[in-house]
């Protein structure tokens, strides 16, 4: 047998090839992309290359080799191959061609084979078998030519085919003709009444029974005899709660009453009513069936066999539920649906036992069987709804029995009876009674007060015995109307309670337990009770009658406590202390019954009174009622009367106790009153007392001030005189106490209000132009404790009684033009109680002045203006006790008028605390202001010197140095005296303000500081009483001086002391005035009449007298007065330590009138001497330079105007221009340089490298280091800056010195003056550069390089990257080598450290700020020349700068030294000129500045200390905003814009 050709797809061939569509001949075998071939390739070296580096590290090296190798010899041979794949594709062509043409042929072959196979498995399989039919040409031929077959059988259409269908016109006409066939049957037939509505349509007759069923008939002929078609049956009958939208009937079901019912239509001559009678039975079946299975499921689910229960069911008959079983009835409560047994085609009926009436009944069937919602539920509900009404009916005619004209109310569903208790009555407030549709009892309550108690004992009642009623109704009344007072008392201090814990009930009937009462608990008052007696009124029993008691009671812990009979008064008692064992007992001492309609009506209050009709008005209205008001309407719950009573008890109880207590202080009033249109009460106060009498008869009052001002002898109680009183008493109009309540604290305060007419002294405060000035004091009400109250309004009189006897007199003096007091001050405002004064250049500071209670005396308080500050608060205690002591308002004004410059000058010095004064870490005031007296003030600088300053009149103030003692010579060891204080305030000095200077022989008799003090106030004369002030320290047998008759004497006589006085007491310059301190009018045998009194006495101005002022007064044109303080003023203050009379009052006898000459340099010529041997100019000037230089000297006052005060005490810029600080007055840079001065003295008497050399010249500090002599001076021309003058010595024979050139000593002056001792000022630069000019010569030459370099960094050229500042105090940002702010140069061992900032000059377009900043260390040993930067022992790894700065000194030891020659500036040149920036700086902290040499660098501690790069910091005394950058603990960014420092 041949072989089976196989299908092409299964050949070997076709499975191993791809032929592409379209493609005849393709290769046979498996063909692939030649850019794939190489990735393949690639891919799989890449791969053999990634395993090999995994592999090859756990391998030997000879494995390693091995694999490499074959790796190499596979890659090799692959590559290979591929080479001769490409060069053999080059010549493929011929190749595809040949293979195409082959794979041609064999599929030609394929094709051929294939087909042979077939037609030999057809012939010899399928063939076989197959067969031809006989085919029936004549009906293919009938069918494909005529396209018809007429040969089927006949019976098929007669049997198969329906007949042609009627056309719409004639159905038309057949359904109207049926119509008319149905209409005819149903007139001629009998029809049922329930089935009398019909609808004919479509042939058919549809009847519809409502609730029931729905029917369709028709008739099939129009023969008579023709039955009824039944066509469809709809039962309506529906179960909408239980039957979850299902129909209620089977499908079955329906179809066998439709047979059924079509059975009995046949040959029945009463077809409509056999159809209504089986449809009407079954579907009332359905009906009963659906409401016993709803009654099941709502006892089962709902409801419990108490509540329903089915008593009886017949299914199609009746269903008979019970309901209200727990109510005990003798027929029970139930209802029956039943249908009609007399008439079937009646629908269900619902019987009621016991029985309703017709109406209720037929109700409650339609509701819930004869409607749309066939529901037990409804028929339930409805049912216990008419049940209930029935019985609330029944009970309200009950309650009308003993409630007449009471309006019930009975609604709602479930049915509510509401039966008001009280009249008016909230519906809220009414009893609501209903009856639980369960269980069919009644059930009561009271909507708003649900929590009642009498409500379940009411609810009982109406369940059982009724006869109670009447009596609950009245318990429940009382017991609302005691909720409607705690109601009514929400909002009022006051609370309700029905009981009092009474120890022993009272004997009255009102207070006997029961609800017939309510107390009430005042919150203010907590010894008085309200009683509110309650009671029904007889007529009407609702309406409630309210009568008030007034109680007072007292609390005690037990019978045994006893009352005090004070318990009785109005007045409540003081809390007493408490004691072991708490009072919660009530003890009533005392009830007041009320009067209800006067209690309840005011003077205000209007009273509707009816006028008769007949009466005729006269005189046009008068008798005519007044306007009708609107009434107001209170609620329900709300009682007036009990508000108004509390309200008015609250408030008149205060007020009463208040008149009690004014009555007890003997202060008469009128008793309380009602105002006008009733707006308040008030009680008048008729008259209060004089301030000062013991008006009290507790002995109370101002007893204790007077007793305080008695035991203090600084402050005085004002004398008020009787006109003064008189007057006071006629302005006064009246003097109200009112009530009122603090909004914000709510707490209840006096207004006491008094009405003045006018005042005696004008204001300029717009409220104080019209004659009634108003004055209102507001205090507590403390409720307990009256007495205070009064003692308080006793105390505020006397404010007002004590100013305005200041006041009064005040008021004549400034209507008094001559003393031109409207120009120095204004009065802003004065109400009686203050006084505002304004004054100044612009009236805008003010002087507030008021009486203290609590001092005794008067206050006053300063307050500054817009443009300016008010100075006179730091000697606020010194005037008001100069005011306590003279009570003159015209004094004090003058003094606040003449001393407001100097003081607003004062103001202006700083008193910020500074550091490093005397030590670095010890703040130290600038500035402290110490004021003594009105005109006299003590200024500490730096707790170090003090300066005294006296204010004068005509603007003058003298200034003394304070630590010269004006009590004995010695000197006050607080304080250190100022040299050169007298030559630089003389520098001021106005010479055409002040008298003459001193003559220049004043320096061959030191004046004493005691003597010399007295001239201007000093304590000198406090033991001095009589009218010449002569001085205690002058003993009676000193020699006076020569008469000025006697010839040739120009000059005073020594002032020697006699043998017998004490040699210790000096020479006073006051000659004695007499033994015993006589008058001026007697003869003075001691005076030296032979020349005009002793220079330092003071004389007179040029001008003339001065012209009278409380500074200066004038009694007698005789006397000449020195420019000191007030002498009126003195002479009040004798007893003072602070202050002294001046002796100015002595008058020189024969005294010549024309002044002295002034030794001032820079006098005219023509105030020569006139007397032989006198000096000239040029004596005289260096005589007094040489006195103003002494020690002493500043103990002398100077005078100085205000303008030059102001001058003196002004920040100013710095006279010497070189130095850039901030602007600072120029008495503090004199005292800074003074204290500079005297620290370098100290410093170089604690040096032992230093010597001292005396110095001839006063204030000149000379000393000498190794081979330099140093001076060094204040400034003669301002004395505000301090100089050193540098001189080279000569060489010694046996040591040779360096030798300085004059340029490096001129750098080394100028360095001291501009770094050193410039502002601020702090002693420890000073160590520093002493300690620099104590090095060696070559040394010393290194470091004024140095200096030069930072004072003119041009002379570096452009190689330097670095600016250089040496720092003379150790700075925060420096390594702690050195404590923060000492000085910062240290010898020791031949070495040196000192601390350089260095500031890297800005390039490249950068900013200084943008500049880092660098501190470093430096130490040189001088003995091994070497520099280098100090490191710490610690090992602390530097920051890179540092490391690098560090790293270029080192490398310049080893290769740049040069023989002979000091290492210090070259090393510093090399750092400045090298020192790269490095990339790892870290970023600056803000606490340290930098700035270019040249410009200072301020290196600060906290507020002024700091150590300055260049020695000094910022300055400490200006304001903090004026403070300049400071250098932290690190470098920062940001040049300094101060100057050099």
Known sequence: MAPTPLPLEQMPGASAGYLPAGQEGGPRINTMSMSVLIDFIIQRTYHELMVLAELLPRKTDMERKVEIYAYAARTRHLFTRLNALVKWGNSVSKVDKSSQIMSFLDKQNMLFVETADMLARMSRETLVRARLPNFHIPAAVEVLTTGTYNRLPTCIRERIVPPDAITPAEKKQTLLRLNQVIQHRLVTGKLLPQMREFRI?????????????????????????????????????????????KSLVHSLQVNYIHQLIQARLVENTNALSEVYNCLHYFCQSLQLEVLYTQTLRLNYERLDDNNITVEEYVPGVKLTVSYWRDLKSELGYRL???????????????????????????????????????????????????????????????FQAFLKDVDFNLQGTPAILTVPVLSPCLRAEQIHITIDTHTGMFRCHVPKHLDCPITDDMQDCLNGDRSKLPALLSELRYWITHRRCEKTLQHLPATATETLPFLTLPEQELLQTGRHKIYVKLHRHPNIILVVQLKEKSAMPNEMEYTFHLGFVVFQKDESDVVDDSAKQLVSIVTQPPSEIPKLYTKLMRLIEFDTFVATHGPGTEVDAEISPHKRKSNGDILAPPAKQQKTIFPAYFIPELAHVVAMCDEKIPFLNLAQTLSKHRIPHSGLQVEAN??????KILALPKPGSNQAATGTGDSKPAAASSGTSSTAIPKIESHVWDDLMRRVLSISVRSQTNKNSQVRIWVVEFVFYSTPLQSTHQKEQGNRRTVYLTYEQANHDFSKTVEDLLNDWSKIVYLYTLVHDFSEQLRNKRLSLGDMLVVKSYSYVNLLLGYGPKKEVTCNIYWSVQSHGFRLTFVGGISAVNAHSMMRDQLAQHLNQQHSLTSIAHILHETYNPMSSIAKLPVLPLLGIPRPQVPVLSFCMLPQSPCLMRLTYQAVYCLELRFRANRLVSIRDGASSRFERNVIEEFTPIQGLKAFLSKYVDESAVYRGRAPHDDDNPLSPMGMEDNFGGPSSVAGVGAGGSSPFLGAGMRGPQSPRDSGLRFPAP???????????????????????GSGAQSHANFNLTSPPAPHMPHQSPGGLMPSSPLNPQPSPHMVHSPGPNTLYMQSHQDSPFTAMSPANNNWPGSPSMPRPSPRPGQSPEHKSTGGGGQGVGGADRGTRGTLNRPWAGAVPTLLTHEALETLCRPSPHPNKDINVADMSPLERFLGCVYMRRQLHRNIQSEETLTALNSTEPGVVLFKVDGLQCQVMLNPLHMQSLHLKVTQLPPMPDKPTFQLSPDDLLVIEQYFDTRVAAPPYRPNALHSICRLLNQPGHVLKDFVQIMRLEMKPELGGDQLKWTVQMCMRMPPSALPIVPIGNACVVLGRMKILFFLQITRIPYNGKDWKDSPSLVLPIVHDIGSNVTQVAERREQIAPSPMMAAASQLLRRFTDFGVQQNQCSLFPAITDLLTNLQLTTDLPPPPPNQAIGPVGVGVGVGVGVGVGVGVVGSSPNPMMPMQQLQPQVGHGPQLGPNPGGPQ
């Open 336 to 398: 029956t649906v039943q249908s009609d047994p007399s008439e079937i085609g009646r629908p269900l009926a619902v019987v009621h036992v016991p029985s309703l009436g017709a109406k209720e009944s037929a109700e409650v069937a339609d509701r819930a069987v004869r409607s749309d919602h066939l529901s037990m539920e409804r028929l339930i509900v409805h049912t216990v709804y008419i049940r209930s009404v029935s019985r609330l009916s029944d009970l309200k005619l009950e």
């Open 201 to 245: 349509r479509n042939g058919r007759v549809t009847f519809e029974v409502k609730h029931e069923f729905s029917v369709a008939l028709t008739v099939m002929g129009d023969s008579p005899n023709v039955p009824w078609r039944l066509l469809d049956i709809d039962i309506l009958v529906e179960d909408k709660e239980t039957g979850d939208g």
């Open 678 to 683: 009733a707006t308040s009460l008030v009680l």
């Open 1055 to 1077: 002032h020697t002391p006699p043998s017998s006085s004490n040699p210790h007491t000096p020479a006073s310059p006051h000659p004695s005035a007499g033994g015993g301190g």
